[in-house]
């Protein structure tokens, strides 16, 4: 059975940083690209960034370019999304998800998705 379980979330300034980390078990992590969403209440979910199996590829949306930054650890199984200069827009919900196959792309469909962290920007 595949779990997707993220971690990191929580409440931070606007101007401050938070690493949400996302640990995925039951599948060959390495064979898998990996993407972060966020979806507020209400609103459709978006994507923000994703990679591929190597982490030779990423992708980011235009609002999160030069301040967010994904990586993954094939060897720890887990999946990082490092947030800078936070601003208030950037509160939401975060969800991982896992797809087979060697190439991520925002917009495609993932198999496997997490329950989600909640980040929250104050300004």
């Known amino acids: 059975q595949v779990q997707v379980v993220e971690s990191g979330g929580g409440l931070v300034q606007a101007g401050g940083s938070l690493r949400l980390s996302c640990t995925v078990s039951?599948?060959?992590?390495?064979?898998?690209?990996l993407g972060w969403f966020r979806q507020a209440p209400g609103k459709k979910r978006g994507g923000v960034s994703c990679?591929?199996?190597?982490?030779?590829?990423?992708y980011y949306a235009d609002s999160v370019k030069g301040r967010f930054a994904i990586s993954r650890d094939n060897a720890k199984s887990t999946l990082y999304l490092e947030m800078n200069n936070l601003n208030p827009e950037d509160t939401d919900l975060y969800y991982c998800?896992?797809?087979?196959?060697?190439?991520?792309?925002?917009?495609?469909?993932?198999?496997?998705w997490g329950q989600g962290t909640q980040v929250t920007v104050s300004s």
């Open positions: 998800a896992a797809d087979p196959g060697w190439a991520c792309r925002l917009d495609m469909e993932y198999d496997y």
């Open positions: 039951g599948l060959i992590f390495g064979a898998n690209a």
């Open positions: 990679i591929n199996t190597s982490g030779r590829s990423t």
